[in-house]
């Protein structure tokens, strides 16, 4: 049955029928109908942001923690350009997000008026899809057809630009149900591909499982299958920065995460396996780093339900095109009832060789008695909160690199961080997004002191809605990972990569109205973290650490996996003028 | 890879239509796509070739199916085999995008592009270019005293091939839509 209604109120309508019940959003002009009716019902609770970048990443926070989508809603012109860096973020991510941004009405978009922008064309690039809605008649099931394509194969940000006399106009709202969609992505992989990978599964000498961002989008599912088919395989696990939680990090198989900053074990059995089974990840290029040596004795398959992300970079030899729930089910059922086979012995073998690598220890650092090591705040952070309900959401930079090596995730959906884009500001307003979700959970954004400031504004929202976000802050006075690329690269000329006129964090969070710690001795450290921790309310934790510590281990640009550095020792010279071109 | 024993480049089960050959070689394909006619989709499939870097070297588009709301845009490519596998899948995750074919493997087709020409003289050269455009199958659509202008429907090498003959013969304006192509049978 159709009804009759205004396109503002189709809008909410939309999100209430697509189970929508919270909105991140910056109001404006363009979208004060929207805005009225928002007013005007109780369903979805509307997050006022600082800034509409914030917004987006905090709808990020919210769909990366729960696997929802997160909604947006902003205003025209500067509201939707600030929604851009948000927007590639989730793109590159594959985090799925609708973003509903006023336009100036329909009679006026080319006119350059008052805060028009071309938003779709300025959009296009860095959005799964997106529309433009000339009338109200197909606002509905446009809406209902941004939250299939959010969601639906490969997930992704998609946004909607209303003009308002759209959302003023009246038209015929059609249901959820009523969706007639081409959009169909296939989820289930080629059984015949798939039974190709058991029959290596079941010879395999030295296999490595090298895990996704894909598995968590895939849902909780996908993570308990992987479980089981990790178990009963006993092949030894690894993941990219994205897909940290989807294997218990105190699982038996679990090697730790590769790549750039990954643990030497985890890179060097990539490097010498037989065998990689790549189940939702990409071949990003912190992953693979040199591409002509990467892995070179190894069949390799890779599970994806992207086909562009087939062979894009790496040659594959077995490609399965499919969610990764879909597929493991499958594979699973496949390699059961032809005997649950693999080569024991020479699995036992492969082990051994990686617990030797392992004594290496290759996260070792030098501890001090003096300074607070980064590396020593986050173990003691790991040891005081990981029996919590814990959430960890962080910046970009060294920091980032060290919490992936030091704090554990036992579950999917616990780790929320901008792996492909590299957004600095990406962290503090996604953590307001997940403690949003996760009300009674303990959120901390693990944050470097320059990143941090990038998005400081969304203080106003931590305090605004009560929400008790843990800003952990390794405050180094430098932008860590340039000036340790810098010292790498460029004969230690730090150009422009400290952080001058730096505030007083405490002094900042108690201007805001929240809590402020301030901790620079080691032996204050855990008193002060259990002092965060029990705060009711949002805390800025700045923890003064050590000035010049660089993030190891690491492939340097232009090496392979079995190249890696494990400290300062051998940090001189190692980059070559064909490396120092890559980023 | 030889541990296994499996061939490189070839999953002898695989349903999928690929071509993983990471050949240097360019090549060149001809797409067709069939697409939303809806406002952008033209934007969406020019900004993923400028976007990511690849070629276009022709590229036509009009509506095919006014109920269906369906347009075909045929698009010619050049790339290395990995290149124009990417470009396909590329296309085909478009959401606009309802369905790519690659022209240039999946069979036999017909391509064919026309083109209009300006050829200005008089005396021995203008009777020259008639002739020519006569051997060409070439239509005269417009003439003036000065002045012929030819239509030439042909595969994109019979309009070099024409072009070239009529540069000397006072050839001043050309254009040409670009290449059409269907799947034969």
């Known amino acids: 049955m159709a009804q009759s209604m205004t396109g503002a109120k189709m809008v909410v309508q939309a999100l209430k029928d697509q189970g929508v019940d919270t909105v991140f959003g910056y109001p404006g002009g363009a979208v004060l109908p929207i805005y009225d009716e928002i007013f005007q019902q109780n369903d979805i609770r509307h997050f006022l942001v600082r800034h509409e970048q914030g917004a987006v990443h905090a709808a990020e926070g919210y769909a990366r923690s729960t696997g929802k989508p997160g909604v947006v809603l902003v205003t025209s012109g500067p509201g939707a350009t600030n929604a851009v860096t948000g927007l590639t973020d989730a793109l590159m991510d594959s985090i799925p997000i609708v973003v509903l941004t006023g336009q100036v009405p329909t009679f006026m978009i080319g006119s350059d008026a008052f805060q028009e922008a071309d938003t779709v064309g300025i959009t296009r690039p860095c959005t799964k899809h997106n529309w433009l809605v000339k009338e109200t008649d197909k606002l509905s099931s446009t809406l209902h057809e941004a939250f299939h394509v959010a969601t639906s194969g490969r997930p992704g940000p998609v946004l909607i630009d209303i003009p308002k006399d759209v959302q003023f106009a009246s038209g015929e709202y059609s249901s959820p149900r009523a969706l007639k969609s081409h959009y169909q992505p296939k989820v289930k992989g080629d059984i015949d591909a798939i039974t190709s990978l058991v029959e290596l599964i079941e010879t395999a000498k030295k296999p490595i499982f090298y895990t996704g961002g894909g598995v968590i989008n895939s849902g909780p599912a996908a993570s308990q299958l992987l479980r089981e088919l990790v178990g009963a395989t006993g092949f030894p696990i690894t993941s990219t920065l994205m897909g940290l939680g989807s294997y218990p990090a105190s699982g038996e198989n679990w090697v730790g995460m590769l790549g ?324 | 890879m030889s541990a296994l024993k499996i061939k490189r480049g070839t999953s002898s089960k695989s349903a999928y239509n690929l071509r993983p050959n990471f050949d240097r070689t360019h090549e060149r394909h001809t797409l067709a796509v069939l697409v939303a006619n809806e406002p952008g989709v033209l934007a969406r499939v020019i900004g993923l070739f400028s976007g990511r870097g690849y070629n276009i ?73 008639l002739r020519l455009a006569d051997v060409f199958r070439a239509n005269v659509v417009d003439s003036t005293l000065d002045t012929f202008t030819f239509e030439v429907v042909g595969s994109s090498e019979k309009i070099d091939a024409f072009a070239d003959l009529m540069r000397p013969l006072g050839l001043s304006e050309m254009v040409r839509t670009g290449v059409a192509a269907l799947a034969r049978g």
């Open chain 1, 260 to 583: 750039m900053h990954g643990l030497y074990e985890a890179n060097l059995a990539m490097h010498d396996c037989d065998l990689m089974i790549n189940i939702g990840a990409r071949f990003d290029d912190r992953i693979t780093g040199r591409l002509d040596a990467f892995s070179p004795g190894s069949a390799k398959a890779h599970i994806d339900i992207d086909p562009s992300s087939i062979n894009k970079v790496i040659h594959v030899d077995i490609p399965i095109i499919g969610d990764v729930g879909h597929v493991l089910e499958d594979l699973l059922k496949v390699w059961k009832s032809r005997g649950r086979k693999t080569d024991a012995s020479a699995i036992k073998d492969w082990w051994s060789q990686i617990n030797e690598w392992k004594k290496i220890r290759c996260l070792d650092y030098t501890p001090s008695q003096k300074t607070i090591k980064p590396q020593h705040a986050l173990e003691r952070l790991e040891a005081l909160t990981k029996d919590h309900d814990r959430y960890i959401t962080t910046e970009v930079g060294q920091h980032q690199m060290w919490a992936a090596q030091y704090l554990g995730f036992e579950d999917p959906n616990r780790w929320m961080t901008s792996g492909g884009l590299g957004t600095m500001g990406y962290g503090f307003p996604a953590s307001v997004g997940v403690q949003v979700a996760h009300p009674d959970a303990l959120v901390i954004n693990v944050a470097g002191e320059a990143s941090w400031l990038m998005n400081m504004q969304e203080l106003g929202t931590a305090v605004q809605y009560r929400l008790p976000v843990k800003q952990f802050i390794l405050n180094n006075e430098r932008l860590g990972m340039v000036r340790q690329w810098q010292e790498l690269l460029h004969g230690e000329r730090y150009s422009h990569s400290w952080s001058e006129a730096l505030p007083d964090f405490v002094k900042l969070a108690e201007a805001f109205g929240c809590k402020g710690i301030m901790v620079s001795d080691p032996a204050d450290l855990d008193d002060a973290i259990m002092e965060m921790i029990n705060y009711d309310g949002p805390v800025l934790f700045d923890c003064l650490v050590e000035k010049h510590e660089n993030c190891f281990p690491m492939i340097p640009s232009g090496k392979a996996h079995n190249e890696m550095l494990l400290g300062e020792a051998e940090t001189q010279g190692v980059i070559d003028a064909g490396g120092s071109v890559l980023v």
């Open chain 2, 57 to 129: 070297e022709s590229l036509t588009v009009a509506e095919v199916d006014h109920e269906g709301h369906t347009s075909r845009i045929t698009v010619v490519t050049s790339g290395t085999p990995q290149i124009i596998e990417q470009i396909k899948a590329q296309l085909g995750r478009i959401v606009s995008v309802y369905d790519v074919h690659d022209l240039t493997v999946e069979g036999p087709s017909v391509e064919r592009e026309l083109a209009l020409f300006k050829v200005e003289g008089d005396g021995e050269k203008r009777v020259e270019a």
